[in-house]
């Protein structure tokens, strides 16, 4: 079916603000990763799902950020307190399995003011 | 951060003339991957060197892999003016079953009709 997709695609937060960003993964897709991109950089490793189980978050900047996958599918990855440098892009990624290429959405593009 | 390095950071050419981006790495790899991106979209993925490997060719592009070095360096033969995105390295490792991605901090190819 149709690519990864991501919502919102811009995001502008007051700081202070929760914000939720959403993920949509290929149809049949078992693993989902998380990456943050700051401009100008390499996307930096944030999670991973394996179905809805968590199995490494570790890139996770602080206890601010929080991701899940309740049902195994769509993904949700939350910010709580939003500060200024949680600006970035967030990108998602799906693969058929751990090991398979990493298919990458649009990214939703986070401003924090 | 755990990034590897990519150089040039930036190369702009003519249309037509070969680009070549070179990327070095830290960690011990299973396979490395060249990513594309152009500007305010997801990555695109491009091509997969194992370990093993020395050269992979795909298309109008020649990847090569030195493992002692921790290098690579992707070729893109007869440039086009579609060609222009950024170009990620992703240095690949497989940690508790998952598929690790490091990113380098690309390159951005410009290229000039």
């Known amino acids: 079916g149709a690519g990864v997709s991501q919502s919102p695609r811009y995001k502008v937060a007051k700081r202070g603000q929760d914000v939720a960003l959403r993920c949509d993964p290929i149809?049949?897709?078992?693993?989902l990763f998380w990456y943050q991109q700051a401009l100008g950089q390499g996307p930096e490793f944030l999670t991973y799902?394996?179905?809805?189980?968590?199995?490494?978050k570790s890139g996770l900047p602080s206890d601010r950020f929080f991701a899940e996958r309740p049902e195994g599918s769509v993904s949700t990855l939350k910010i709580q307190r939003t500060q200024q440098e949680d600006s970035a892009v967030y990108l998602c990624?799906?693969?058929?399995?751990?090991?398979?290429?990493?298919?990458f959405g649009p990214g939703t593009r986070l401003l924090v003011l | 951060s755990q990034q590897g390095e990519e150089d040039p950071q930036a190369l702009s050419i003519q249309e037509g003339e070969n680009a070549t981006m070179n990327c070095s790495y830290k960690?011990?790899?299973?396979?490395l991957q060249w990513y594309r991106q152009n500007s305010g979209r997801g990555l695109v993925h491009l091509i997969l060197?194992?370990?093993?490997?020395r050269e992979k060719h795909s298309g109008r592009l020649r990847v090569t892999l030195d493992t002692s070095k921790k290098s690579s360096s992707l070729l893109i033969t007869a440039s086009r003016a579609a060609d222009t995105a950024s170009y990620f390295c992703?240095?690949?490792?497989?940690?508790?079953?998952?598929?690790?991605?490091?990113f380098g901090q690309g390159t951005r190819l410009t290229i000039n009709p």
């Open positions: 990624a799906s693969s058929l399995a751990l090991r398979e290429v990493q298919y």
């Open positions: 992703a240095a690949t490792s497989f940690i508790q079953g998952a598929q690790k991605l490091v």
């Open positions: 060197i194992r370990s093993n490997e």
């Open positions: 149809s049949g897709h078992v693993s």
């Open positions: 960690t011990s790899i299973n396979n």
């Open positions: 799902f394996q179905n809805e189980a968590q199995l490494d």
